[in-house]
């Protein structure tokens, strides 16, 4: 009877969940929240012969459905547990993950008691890359922008504007009422922290991201006729909660208009990889991830996540010499990865702020949104393209600055000075890559 003992404990303990300790000394001191993580599925997207046969709104149409799919059925048996507990539950499909509400530590060891595969763990939590604020100012009146003029958007403006593309932007909202903002709304908005029916901006610094990207006043945007869509991923205060972005991230699977390109300033440490599934849903999507590299430089090794994953494309920060910004995060990303990927315009760059026609000059805040205008230029150019076309157009015609000593203390890859661990292919220039 006691071997039989035994072996039913050990049954349990095998097939029970995990709390990470971590968790259990926050909820010990009144931490009430948690993220019940089960095994990632989006493998089973990518191998899915028949849904990698798709294309188009159709294969959106049934990622979103399978993801549903598969994410619900894994996670009923413990809702139900959950709700058994008095304990609130929200399910996300991107990701596969449940924010448990009202934990106690009681309440927490009978869930983790539950049988099945998975991990209660802390929330993870993001803040806006190192939102600089710069030292000098700009002038308004420069028409473009000096970033803008740097990557060539006016010459590319002879084939295309924008039109026809869509950006979505998660960071801390987007100001509706700006001027530069205002005509390019394309009427999909989603507000995981205070439901708002309209976009919103009290932090700045996404509508400052929005301007760089398609702001249609005074020479600020990249595509000046793209249209935006935008879910509120980080609160007013400038932080993110896992819980919030990954909303975010289904939002941009079903907005209507669903963008072609998201542009993310947003990020933490480095080789975080809670975020990745919801990237890997989005390229399969058919949207293009673009991410700052982050601003934690001048070291090597410092590339912040969800900027140093694979499938993202990550951008450092240049100056208007061509220069990377001292505060620029450096690669290698991890195992020797080439991130950045690109480095574009960064400091001192002159957006929309949170008035209706105020403009604000910042640091630290526009080689993602440069990066991400210049995609939508080119698939505007090229609605045929996916991300490998679009990518390698911007690569294969970077312009290579003089690398300086410091730039090559991170490593080169090759035996040649492109691609480093500091400006990845280059910075980039979005006319040469259409063509011009």
Not at 23 to 49: R, S
Not at 58 to 65: D, W
Not at 391 to 416: E, F, I, R, W
């Amino acid at each position: 009877m006691k071997l039989l003992l035994v072996i039913a404990t050990v049954c349990v303990v095998t097939y029970a969940g995990k709390v990470d300790p971590s968790l259990q000394i926050a909820v010990e001191n009144g931490v009430t929240d948690a993220i019940l993580e089960l095994p990632q599925i989006v493998g089973q997207i990518e191998n899915n012969p028949a849904l990698q046969s798709l294309s188009g709104a159709g294969k959106v149409s049934a990622l979103v459905a399978t993801l549903q799919g598969l994410t619900s059925a894994a996670q009923a048996p413990l809702v139900t547990v959950a709700k058994s507990l008095d304990l609130e539950t929200e399910q996300y499909w991107a990701s596969n993950i449940i924010l448990v509400k009202g934990l106690t530590l009681e309440k927490l060891l009978t869930l983790a008691n539950t049988p099945g595969d998975f991990t209660l763990r802390e929330q993870h939590v993001v803040s806006i890359n190192s939102n600089l604020r710069a030292g000098r100012d700009l002038s308004i009146l420069q028409n473009p922008q000096w970033g803008v003029a740097k990557i060539r958007a006016p010459e590319a403006w002879s084939i295309t504007d924008g039109a026809g593309a869509v950006v979505g932007f998660m960071d801390s909202g987007v100001n509706l009422a700006h001027e530069a903002l205002t005509t390019g709304y394309a009427g999909a908005w989603l507000d995981p922290y205070y439901n708002t029916a309209d976009p919103t901006d009290q932090n700045g610094f996404g509508s400052h991201t929005a301007g760089v990207v398609v702001g249609r006043t005074n020479g600020i945007g990249v595509a000046p006729g793209a249209q935006w869509v935008a879910c509120r991923g980080l609160n007013h205060q400038g932080s993110g909660t896992e819980a919030a972005l990954v909303t975010c991230g289904q939002f941009m699977m079903t907005a209507n208009p669903k963008p072609n390109v998201v542009s993310n300033g947003w990020g933490g440490g480095s080789g975080s990889t809670w975020f990745n599934p919801v990237i890997t849903g989005w390229r399969n999507a058919g949207i293009i991830p673009v991410f700052g590299v982050g601003n934690s430089g001048p070291n090597c090794g410092t590339i912040g996540s969800p900027g140093d994953n694979a499938n993202v494309v990550g951008v450092a920060a240049s100056t208007d010499t061509d220069a990377i910004a001292t505060f620029a995060s450096r690669g290698p990303g991890a195992g020797g990865l080439l991130k950045p990927d690109f480095a574009a315009p960064g400091s001192n760059t002159l957006s929309a702020g949170t008035g209706s026609n105020n403009y604000v000059t910042m640091s630290g805040n526009g080689a993602a949104p440069h990066t991400a205008g210049a995609f939508a230029l080119i698939i505007a150019a090229h609605p045929t393209w996916g991300f490998n076309e679009a990518y390698n157009a911007l690569a294969a015609n970077a312009v290579h600055p003089p690398l300086a000593d410091a730039d090559k203390n991170c490593g080169l890859p090759t035996p040649n000075d492109f691609p480093n661990y500091v400006y990845g292919h280059g910075r980039i220039d979005v006319a040469a890559a259409l063509g011009l």
